[in-house]
C-alpha cells in the first residue's frame, strides 16, 4: 500500500524551515531514525533552495509542491515546480578536493543531496518538473 | 526566531554564538557577521554551534567565503559545540578536514596560541 502527503507553498525562502519540519514528520512516519530523518531533510532543503533560486529566480508568486509517498520499500519525495526545468545532464558534481584546495563556494548543494539519499534525479511531465529524492526504508535506518 | 547571532572577544578571539539555523533565508545574516569580522581584521574565530539547530550548504558556502583571506591573515576558523547532525553535515561534505572541530570551546580558543599573532 502507498500513502501520499503533498503540501504546497510560495517560492519563498520564508518556508524552507516549514519544509524540513513536514520532512522530519514524514521521515518518523516512514519509521526513519531522528538521524536519517534530519539528513533527508536537509536533502530537501537543498532541492526546494535550488528551486526557488534555479527553477524561479526568487519569484515568489510561483508554487512550490513537496510531494510525499511511503511505500514498502522507499520514501520517496518530489520537490515539483512549472518554472525552469533542471535535467540529470546538468548536474555536474565538483571534485571536492579541487573544491577544498581552491576554497570554491557554490554547488556544495547537490553534493550534499547525492550523499544522503540513495538517488536524485530530475524530469518532466509536459511543464510539470520535479527533482525526486529516494531513500530506502532499509534496516540501517530504522529508529 | 530564525537565527540570532551574538559575538564575544575572549582572549583575543571573536567567539560566534549563532543560535537557530542557518539556511538559504538566513545565510545573508550570517554572511554579512563574517565579512564584517574579516573587515574588522578578525582573523581568529570560532564558531560555537551549541545553538545551532542546522546548516545547510548556503552556511557551508559562507564559511568558504571568508576562509581563504582568514587564513592568508595567518588566521583560521575554529568550530565547536556542534550537534550530530551538524557536525554530520560537515562530514558527509568532507569539511572536516578543511576545519578543526573541538568538542568543546575552551580548546577550540586555547588553540590559537599556537598559531602567530597577528
Known amino acids: 500500500m502507498k500513502r501520499f502527503f503533498n503540501v504546497e507553498f510560495a517560492a519563498d525562502t520564508i518556508f524552507l524551515k516549514l519544509a524540513t519540519d513536514v520532512t522530519i514528520s514524514m521521515c518518523r512516519l516512514a519509521g526513519f531514525n531522528d538521524s536519517t530523518a534530519k539528513d533527508i531533510s536537509l536533502a530537501v532543503d537543498e532541492a526546494v533552495t535550488n528551486t526557488i533560486k534555479h527553477a524561479y529566480h526568487f519569484d515568489k508568486s ?23 526545468p533542471i535535467s540529470n545532464t546538468e548536474i555536474h558534481l565538483p571534485d571536492m578536493e579541487e573544491y577544498m584546495k581552491q576554497y570554491r563556494k557554490g554547488g556544495l548543494g547537490i553534493v550534499l543531496m547525492t550523499r544522503i539519499m540513495d538517488s536524485v534525479s530530475f524530469g518532466s511531465n509536459g511543464n510539470h518538473h520535479y527533482c525526486r529524492l529516494v531513500m530506502k526504508r532499509g534496516r540501517r535506518h530504522v529508529g | 526566531m530564525e537565527l540570532k547571532l551574538e559575538i564575544e572577544n575572549k582572549e583575543g578571539v571573536t567567539v560566534i554564538y549563532p543560535d537557530g539555523f542557518i539556511n538559504a533565508h538566513t545565510v545573508n545574516q550570517f554572511e554579512e557577521t563574517l ?84
Open chain 2, 35 to 118: 565579512q564584517n569580522l574579516v573587515k574588522e581584521k578578525h582573523y581568529r574565530i570560532v564558531l560555537n554551534g551549541e545553538g545551532l539547530e542546522y546548516i545547510s550548504s548556503a552556511g557551508m558556502g559562507a564559511l568558504m567565503g571568508v576562509i581563504e583571506e582568514i587564513r592568508d591573515n595567518d588566521g583560521d576558523i575554529h568550530l565547536c559545540n556542534l550537534s550530530e547532525s551538524v557536525f554530520n553535515v560537515f562530514d558527509i561534505l568532507g569539511f572536516t578536514e578543511l576545519y578543526e572541530i573541538f568538542e568543546e570551546e575552551a580548546p577550540a580558543i586555547t588553540a590559537f596560541d599556537g598559531h602567530n599573532r597577528k
Open chain 1, 62 to 84: 510561483r508554487l512550490v509542491t513537496l510531494q510525499f509517498t511511503i511505500t514498502q520499500e522507499e520514501l520517496i519525495i518530489d520537490v515539483c515546480h512549472t518554472g525552469n
